[in-house]
Nanobody, 114 residues
């Protein structure tokens, strides 16, 4: 019932910035929370940031560097990433939760390297 499409990934040098965007469509009125996860090769998928209502939470590794935001209609969610580190390299996935289930985007690659 919900479709998610990420964009904005790419190659960036350490210390640089990127903004990831996620477009949500379908029955977005049912979404209760949205977030960003990432998965590096050989590692588990991990929560990076989430937003529900006016509340946000972040992984300790990105606090102070990343900011999640969304539109009031929940049709867009963003992840502003600053002071990027090589360990931020991963495929980043947009996530949405609703009463109908959990939905995922296809992922966008972020590579932090000099």
């Amino acid at each position: 019932q919900v479709q998610l499409v990420e964009s904005g990934g790419g190659l960036v040098q350490p210390g640089g910035s990127l903004r990831l965007s996620c477009a949500a469509s379908g029955r977005i009125f049912s979404i209760g929370a949205m977030g960003w996860y990432r998965q590096a090769p050989g590692k588990q998928r991990e929560l990076v940031a989430a937003i529900r209502g006016g509340s946000t939470n972040y992984a300790d590794s990105v606090k102070g560097r990343f900011t999640i935001s969304s539109t009031s209609a929940k049709n867009w969610v963003y992840l502003q990433m600053s002071s990027l580190k090589p360990e931020d390299t991963a495929v980043y996935y947009c996530n949405a939760e609703s009463i109908w289930g959990t939905y995922w985007g296809q992922g966008t690659q972020v590579t932090v390297s000099s």
